[in-house]
């Protein structure tokens, strides 16, 4: 099966720091990667799309310059959450697609919680 | 607005009962995907149906969709402890590539 891992598991981190989520697939090849955030208790709301090679493309509403993006390998996505604040604490959570019988489903990793002090 | 919306937001039933979800949406879709996740963790993909299909069954789930009224339903049957979770529909829209937009979800509590 698809195999999707995300690395840290769990973050905190002192306001006005920039963290770093990586998202790896195990054992395809990920053309395309979502980033996902979701608070407590809620559904999970797209934040990102990233294509290898190629610049993401945002949700409405999610600044680009405070969620910064690479997709530089076909089984590597970082998220990179710039000078971080107490409202940015949450569950992020990537995903990712790949060719083929690979492009209908998303395959989840185990989300990265966040805790900005 | 939400594209999925479901219900029951919360189920509580015994060991051994069926559970039945359902999620609407708004508008036109390629496919619908059911997921699963545990508290905490990541999500599961549980099964996709796809516009042209009516039912589609996968161990003891059964899923239906009828596109005349934008609704899907997930049946757990002979349900069991393990598989309290919070229950997701993701539509993928027509024209939407292979983007997901979830619902609300259903938390299901299985009591022994």
């Known amino acids: 099966g698809a195999v999707v891992s995300q690395h840290p598991s769990r973050v905190i981190c002192k306001s006005g720091t920039s963290v770093k989520i990586e998202c790896r697939s195990l054992?395809?090849?990920?053309?395309?990667m979502f980033w996902y955030r979701q608070f407590p208790k809620k559904s999970l709301m797209l934040m990102a799309t990233?294509?290898?090679?190629?610049?993401?493309?945002?949700e409405q509403g999610v600044e680009k310059d405070k969620f910064l993006i690479n997709h530089a390998s076909l089984t590597l996505s970082t998220l990179t959450v710039t000078s971080a604040h107490p409202e940015d604490s949450s569950f992020y959570i990537c995903?990712?697609?790949?060719?083929?019988?690979?492009?209908?489903?998303?395959?989840f990793g185990p989300g990265t919680r966040l805790l900005v002090l | 607005s939400q594209q999925g919306e479901e219900d029951p937001q919360a189920l509580s039933i015994q060991e051994g009962e069926n559970a039945t979800m359902n999620c609407s949406y708004k508008?036109?879709?390629?496919?619908l995907q059911w997921y699963r996740q545990n508290s905490g963790r990541g999500l599961v993909h549980l099964i996709l149906?796809?516009?042209?299909?009516r039912e589609k069954h996968s161990g003891r789930l059964r899923v239906t969709l009828d596109t005349s009224k934008k609704s899907s339903s997930l049946l757990i049957t002979a349900s069991r402890a393990a598989d309290t979770a919070s229950y997701f529909c993701?539509?993928?829209?027509?024209?939407?590539?292979?983007?997901?937009?979830f619902g609300t979800g259903t938390q299901l509590k299985v009591e022994l």
């Open positions: 990233s294509n290898e090679g190629s610049k993401a493309t945002y």
């Open positions: 054992d395809f090849q990920a053309t395309t």
């Open positions: 149906i796809r516009s042209n299909e």
């Open positions: 993701a539509t993928v829209l027509t024209g939407g590539g292979n983007k997901l937009t």
């Open positions: 995903s990712a697609s790949g060719r083929g019988g690979w492009q209908e489903t998303q395959y």
């Open positions: 508008t036109s879709i390629n496919n």
